[in-house]
């Protein structure tokens, strides 16, 4: 008796099933009706509609979030957010915290870094703005390590300008891993790629952050206001 062989191939397609010998009598090229999907495809059709500019299904809403916040995220921003939002809780206790530090090239201080800035500011989160905190010709993660530890979490603003910028600076590997090994540091990819900034540094880029080229500068600014900021003020 013609076994069917669904379970190895899974009849993912019209040929796959006209190629099994149980099930090719039942099928044809001009009609399909898949019995077997992969977990990937079932989870792409199921969220299709969550509102992503990047083509990523966005339909996960964060334990961190209010009851009535409409902020929705990727699988993948909550296990890169998750660890960030433990460690923010747990320096919840500390005094006199900003709630965001912003690094960024100097290049982008009039441009992406201020709007970022303002967005913040504008959502009633205190930013240590490295224009405003920083002196000019610090070492830049000589100062990110001092912004951490007057802030809840840092955000460093990866462009064009930033690349270049740390790429002159050679960057300590040892130092950057200190602060990612803090999970307090989370990358805002803005006009480059992470393939860019992995090329320039590779501990860097080896941590997931956020992206415009996926979501808008104010939806981004959103989904960290919504992080830094208590559960109970959130409404």
Same mark, same amino acid.
């Given at each position: 008796m013609a076994r069917c062989t669904a379970p190895r191939y899974g009849h993912r397609s019209a040929s796959a099933a006209e190629n099994c010998p149980a099930c090719s009598s039942r099928y044809s090229r001009s009609y399909y009706s898949p019995s077997y999907s992969s977990p990937a495809s079932s989870? *792409?059709?199921s969220s299709s509609s969550s509102g992503s500019s990047g083509g990523k299904s966005r339909n996960?809403?964060?334990r961190?979030?209010?009851s009535g916040s409409t902020i929705l995220y990727t699988p993948e921003?909550?296990?890169t957010l998750t660890p960030v939002r433990e460690n923010i809780e747990k320096r919840s206790n500390l005094l006199d915290l900003r709630d965001v530090f912003l690094c960024h090239a100097w290049d982008d201080r009039k441009e992406s870094a201020k709007e970022?800035?303002?967005l913040l500011e504008s959502?009633?989160?205190s930013v240590w703005f490295s224009e405003k905190d920083v002196l000019?010709? *610090?070492p830049l993660m000589r100062e990110i390590d001092k912004g951490l530890a007057k802030s809840k979490v840092g955000i460093v603003l990866v462009t064009p300008s930033f690349l270049k910028r740390i790429n002159n600076a050679g960057i300590a590997d040892k130092e950057l891993s200190a602060l990612l090994a803090r999970d307090l540091l989370i990358p805002i990819v803005h006009n480059t790629t992470y393939d860019d900034l992995r090329d320039v540094s590779p501990l860097l880029g080896s941590r997931s952050g956020l992206s415009t080229s996926e979501e808008?500068?104010?939806e981004i600014a959103s989904k960290l206001a919504e992080l830094v900021t208590p559960e109970t003020v959130l409404n």
């Open positions: 989870y *792409s059709s996960v809403k964060a961190w979030s209010s921003e909550i296990r970022l800035h303002d959502k009633g989160i000019l010709g *610090s808008t500068m104010a």
